[in-house]
């Protein structure tokens, strides 16, 4: 089933078993990246976290969030979340219920979801990160905003501090590099 097909058949998305799908999940990291793989009915997953330093008004970090399909075949891990044979609220659990224990562990200023054009399938997946958004700003009492391009895609900023409109386009010029 592709991520992009989720919204579109019978199954929907069962919001109990998002919130109860859970791994214990090792995570790896070199310098400003983090990541946790797992293994589902013998297809590999891949959390991403990366840790930039951005500047605003001061310096922040910001934690740019993903989550990818290792491809048969040995090829290189993908963003299009295409061939998934599992459970979608399985994957999306794990990978909610994972990255939520991991954001504990890591001092951050701003959250940053993105759905890429070149990544494919970017409806599901701005359907897949406004649930994730929704939830951490709920969860920590974050601030949510959505940034929108139709070249760069849809991206939800989740942060402490309120974001003015001139930082959030900071953050889009960044984005946009």
């Excluded at 290792?70 to 299009?80: G, I, M, V």
């Excluded at 994972?98 to 359907?127: E, W």
């Excluded at 897949?128 to 940034?147: H, I, N, T």
Aim: hydrophobic fraction near 30%; charge should be neutral; avoid cysteine.
């Amino acid at each position: 089933m592709k991520l992009a097909e989720i919204n579109q058949t019978p199954q929907r998305l069962n919001l109990t078993e998002v919130f109860d799908s859970k791994r214990d999940l090792k995570w790896s990291e070199n310098g400003s990246k983090h990541r946790a793989s797992f293994d589902l009915n013998g297809y590999n997953y891949t959390i991403h976290i990366d840790e930039y330093d951005i500047k605003l008004v001061e310096t922040h970090t910001l934690l740019d969030i993903g989550f990818s399909y290792d491809t048969p075949n040995n090829a290189d891990d993908t963003q299009k979340m295409t061939n998934l044979y599992n459970n979608p609220s399985e994957i999306l659990g794990i990978v909610a219920n994972g990255l939520y224990n991991k954001l504990q562990t890591i001092n951050y200023d701003i959250i940053l979801f993105g759905a890429h054009p070149k990544n494919g399938g970017k409806d599901a997946r701005v359907r897949v990160y406004d649930f994730l958004s929704k939830r951490y700003m709920k969860a920590e009492g974050m601030w949510r905003s959505r940034l929108s391009s139709a070249k760069y895609g849809e991206y939800f900023l989740l942060s402490v501090n309120k974001l003015s409109d001139s930082d959030k386009e900071i953050i889009d010029g960044y984005l946009n590099k």
